[in-house]
């Protein structure tokens, strides 16, 4: 402890009593927000892992979009206009939810 954090306290049982109070309290509080971090660096870890699983799979989705594209254009030259008109509604809709 450096000479700018010490409380200055009359030597008595009374004052050791409450210094032993306030010690097992920091110690107790120190514990807990330890536990906290504990569990919020595990919740992070267990959503950063789930995050990175849904971008490969979305890397291999794309992969297989872009393929099939290219097939489509190579087999039937570009077809965006037919798609565009034929299509009134989207069929798949998205919906965003925050955990």
């Known amino acids: 402890m450096s000479g700018d954090q010490r409380i200055n306290v009359f030597p008595s049982r009374m ?8 010690l097992k309290g920091a110690q107790k509080g120190h514990s807990l927000l330890k536990k906290k971090s504990d569990a919020l660096t595990l919740r992070f870890r267990a959503i950063l892992g789930k995050i990175i699983e849904t971008k490969v799979q979305m890397g ?40």
């Open 60 to 99: 291999e989705v794309m992969k297989e979009a872009a393929f099939s594209l290219a097939e489509t254009k190579f087999a039937a030259g570009d077809v965006n206009q037919t798609v565009l008109q034929s299509v009134s509604k989207a069929q798949i809709k998205v919906c965003i939810s925050v955990d």
């Open 15 to 22: 004052a050791q009593t409450l210094m032993k109070t306030r």
